[in-house]
């Protein structure tokens, strides 16, 4: 039974055809049905193909019974023995697959549950048996799917599927010529006793293809000489259905049982397959398909999904970077180093990437790099604030592992729902990199502070006991207190445990201005700049306590230089317009 639905309203409208002479059809529990690349109508299969061009209101039929029709198959009103089983999946000797040409009006395939392969190349007027002409295969053999190809009108792939008489070998052939002759692509590649279920020619690479089994996916890069066992991501499950998408290039994977997974981008393989020289490269970036810089909505329902709701895990976020890495087990290392550049050579971004041999992909989330952080800050890497997001436009990516060195470029892109202007964005970005300064002074002046407490420390350590050196002891012990005091100021109370705020302290007064700047990308808001200033004054009177106490540490050491005591570390001061060095 077919049923026409519209999405808006749940409208639901029967449209199953019927023969005009009152003939029984005989639908599949799973009918072949397909769309008319040409005109949009849609084909539906019994032992007849139906026509419709109306959404299914009405039907024609184009075609003689495609079937043996062997009425000894035809019994499945007595299906069940004792206790009937007459629930319409007992159907046999019906229509599996309809799939027209996208290149050739008129050429349509059709295949069946007992092992006809039909091809018409006049839409429908008149038809040829193919099957006689296909070597190999055992007679009756269900015909799952057919893929006509997306490049050439007489070429098809046609998958067969003999498990349920308890034969599971693979059955893959591919015809050039309308059908006359047939060349099996099941090669050894393919694990033994898999039998296989649907193909998919990738619609720009013609030696692409994807090959789904009983036990996982293949893919081929040279037309289906060789097959690879795909084994990034996806289990060893019955693979129904692929399909690439048009625009975004992802590989759509529906199986049997264990849900829909997408392999995001696939160019890298048609590179590979246009390019093979690119796998005995020691190093090879691949083009860069455009990011979008797109905002992502809260999910309806559940906003905490425990392990209450299953959600699929999303494409990452940002630029997809792909690399061919065969040098990597000779370099002796798992990690590359991923640099960003803008289209002035600025440093933007360095962040660490796979290295492993074969294809890596990581993904730039489209951020510079953020502001400094405490060296004791044990908070998980996706936990911590990234840097603001760059402005629309294009940048270098570079792979660097070893001596190896490959370069790609991506185009960044705007969000094109949002309403914001290229200088609202560059005003925003200005202010953020404004805070993120003065999150790196602040982050500097406790990295001098703690530096000057460790010094003082090993001299406390080294005076300890020692009658002579008393008063160095004492002033040391004291300037260490005054040190954890100013450090304080910066980060609150530490050590302590449990829940701990502290609102003016440097560190977090920043952090909140930093966080409501960053939460859209238009001009600022006027709590978000008065939140960086009021941070900034705190900053500067943290720092004037910041260089008093370290003009002090100064002080010390020159004592304990006349008492002859190792020397230690004493820090310069630091002022608001500190910068570190650029990596």
Same mark, same amino acid.
């Given at each position: 039974?077919?049923?026409?639905?519209?999405?808006?309203?749940?409208?639901?409208? #029967?449209?199953?055809?019927?023969?005009?002479?009152?003939?029984?059809?005989?639908?599949?529990?799973?009918?072949?049905?397909?769309?008319?690349?040409?005109?949009?109508?849609?084909? /539906?299969?019994?032992?007849?193909?139906?026509?419709?061009?109306?959404?299914?209101?009405?039907?024609?039929?184009?075609?003689?019974?495609?079937?043996?029709?062997?009425?000894?198959?035809?019994?499945?009103?007595?299906?069940?023995?004792?206790?009937?089983?007459?629930?319409?999946?007992?159907?046999?000797?019906?229509?599996?697959?309809?799939?027209?040409?996208?290149?050739?009006?008129?050429?349509?395939?059709?295949?069946?549950?007992?092992?006809?392969?039909?091809?018409?190349?006049?839409?429908?007027?008149?038809?040829?048996?193919?099957?006689?002409?296909?070597?190999?295969?055992?007679?009756?053999?269900?015909?799952?799917?057919?893929?006509?190809?997306?490049?050439?009108?007489?070429?098809?792939?046609?998958?067969?599927?003999?498990?349920?008489?308890?034969?599971?070998?693979? /059955?893959?052939?591919?015809?050039?010529?309308?059908?006359?002759?047939?060349?099996?692509?099941?090669?050894?590649?393919?694990?033994?006793?898999?039998? +296989?279920?649907?193909?998919?020619?990738?619609?720009?690479?013609?030696?692409?293809?994807?090959?789904?089994?009983?036990?996982?996916?293949?893919?081929?890069?040279?037309?289906?000489?060789?097959?690879?066992?795909?084994?990034?991501?996806?289990?060893?499950?019955?693979?129904?259905?692929?399909?690439?998408?048009?625009?975004?290039?992802?590989?759509?994977?529906?199986?049997?049982?264990?849900?829909?997974?997408?392999?995001?981008?696939?160019?890298?393989?048609?590179?590979?397959?246009?390019?093979?020289?690119?796998?005995?490269? #020691?190093?090879?970036?691949?083009?860069?398909?455009?990011?979008?810089?797109?905002?992502?909505?809260?999910?309806?329902?559940?906003?905490? +999904?425990?392990?209450?709701?299953?959600?699929?895990?999303?494409?990452?976020?940002?630029?997809?970077?792909?690399?061919?890495?065969?040098?990597?087990?000779?370099?002796?290392?798992?990690?590359?180093?991923?640099?960003?550049?803008?289209?002035?050579?600025?440093?933007?971004?360095?962040?660490?990437?796979?290295?492993?041999?074969?294809?890596?992909?990581?993904?730039?989330?489209?951020?510079?790099?953020?502001?400094?952080?405490?060296?004791?800050?044990?908070?998980?890497?996706?936990?911590?604030?990234?840097?603001?997001?760059?402005?629309?436009?294009?940048?270098?990516?570079?792979?660097?592992?070893?001596?190896?060195?490959?370069?790609?470029?991506?185009?960044?892109?705007?969000?094109?729902?949002?309403?914001?202007?290229?200088?609202?964005?560059?005003?925003?970005?200005?202010?953020?990199?404004?805070?993120?300064?003065?999150?790196?002074?602040?982050?500097?002046?406790?990295?001098?502070?703690?530096?000057?407490?460790?010094?003082?420390?090993?001299? +406390?350590?080294?005076?300890?006991?020692?009658?002579?050196?008393?008063?160095?002891?004492?002033?040391?012990?004291?300037?260490?207190?005054?040190?954890?005091?100013?450090?304080?100021?910066?980060?609150?109370?530490?050590?302590?445990?449990?829940?701990?705020?502290?609102?003016?302290?440097?560190?977090?007064?920043?952090?909140?201005?930093?966080?409501?700047?960053?939460?859209?990308?238009?001009?600022?808001?006027?709590?978000?700049?008065?939140?960086?200033?009021?941070?900034?004054?705190?900053?500067?009177?943290? +720092?004037?306590?910041?260089?008093?106490?370290?003009?002090?540490?100064?002080?010390?050491?020159?004592?304990?230089?006349?008492?002859?005591?190792?020397?230690?570390?004493?820090?310069?001061?630091?002022?608001?317009?500190?910068?570190?060095?650029?990596?």
């Amino acid at each position: 039974f077919i049923v026409r639905f519209d999405t808006l309203t749940g409208e639901r409208k #029967s449209i199953r055809p019927a023969h005009p002479n009152g003939v029984e059809l005989r639908f599949h529990w799973n009918a072949g049905i397909g769309i008319d690349p040409f005109d949009g109508c849609v084909y /539906y299969g019994s032992q007849f193909v139906h026509r419709s061009c109306d959404m299914g209101n009405s039907w024609t039929i184009v075609s003689p019974d495609l079937t043996t029709n062997d009425p000894e198959k035809q019994r499945q009103l007595e299906s069940g023995g004792l206790t009937y089983d007459v629930t319409a999946a007992e159907n046999h000797t019906t229509i599996l697959t309809i799939a027209s040409s996208p290149v050739e009006q008129g050429v349509i395939w059709v295949g069946t549950d007992d092992g006809n392969v039909q091809l018409t190349r006049d839409g429908g007027a008149t038809w040829t048996n193919m099957v006689g002409r296909i070597r190999g295969v055992p007679a009756a053999t269900w015909v799952p799917h057919i893929e006509p190809s997306k490049f050439e009108g007489g070429t098809a792939f046609v998958v067969f599927d003999d498990h349920r008489r308890g034969n599971n070998r693979p /059955y893959l052939f591919r015809t050039t010529d309308y059908g006359r002759s047939w060349t099996s692509l099941a090669t050894a590649d393919i694990e033994p006793y898999t039998f +296989l279920h649907t193909v998919e020619q990738d619609p720009v690479s013609p030696r692409v293809l994807y090959l789904g089994s009983e036990y996982g996916m293949y893919v081929s890069l040279d037309g289906g000489a060789k097959w690879t066992l795909w084994r990034h991501g996806l289990p060893r499950a019955p693979v129904r259905a692929l399909l690439v998408h048009p625009r975004d290039h992802d590989l759509v994977i529906g199986t049997h049982g264990r849900a829909a997974y997408v392999v995001d981008d696939v160019q890298p393989l048609r590179a590979l397959a246009s390019d093979p020289d690119i796998a005995g490269r #020691s190093l090879h970036m691949f083009e860069i398909p455009p990011a979008i810089q797109y905002e992502v909505a809260q999910v309806d329902g559940i906003r905490f +999904l425990a392990d209450g709701k299953f959600v699929g895990e999303n494409r990452p976020y940002g630029a997809l970077l792909s690399s061919a890495d065969t040098a990597s087990p000779a370099r002796d290392s798992a990690r590359t180093t991923i640099e960003v550049l803008d289209g002035p050579g600025d440093f933007v971004r360095r962040f660490r990437g796979p290295a492993k041999a074969g294809l890596n992909r990581t993904s730039w989330n489209l951020r510079m790099d953020g502001p400094r952080r405490l060296g004791d800050d044990d908070t998980p890497a996706e936990f911590l604030p990234p840097g603001p997001s760059v402005l629309p436009g294009s940048y270098t990516i570079r792979v660097i592992a070893g001596a190896d060195t490959a370069t790609g470029a991506v185009v960044v892109e705007d969000d094109g729902r949002l309403s914001y202007t290229v200088a609202e964005r560059r005003e925003k970005l200005e202010v953020l990199k404004h805070a993120m300064q003065r999150q790196n002074v602040a982050v500097e002046a406790v990295t001098r502070l703690r530096a000057a407490r460790k010094g003082i420390d090993e001299v +406390l350590e080294r005076t300890k006991g020692k009658d002579d050196l008393n008063a160095l002891h004492s002033a040391g012990d004291s300037l260490g207190k005054r040190l954890e005091e100013v450090e304080e100021t910066f980060t609150g109370p530490q050590d302590l445990q449990g829940i701990v705020r502290r609102p003016d302290a440097v560190t977090a007064m920043i952090g909140l201005a930093y966080g409501q700047l960053a939460s859209s990308r238009d001009a600022p808001t006027q709590g978000g700049t008065l939140y960086l200033r009021q941070a900034e004054a705190r900053l500067q009177e943290a +720092l004037e306590a910041v260089n008093a106490v370290l003009g002090a540490v100064r002080g010390y050491k020159d004592r304990v230089r006349e008492a002859g005591v190792e020397l230690f570390e004493a820090p310069e001061g630091i002022a608001m317009d500190w910068r570190p060095d650029e990596p």
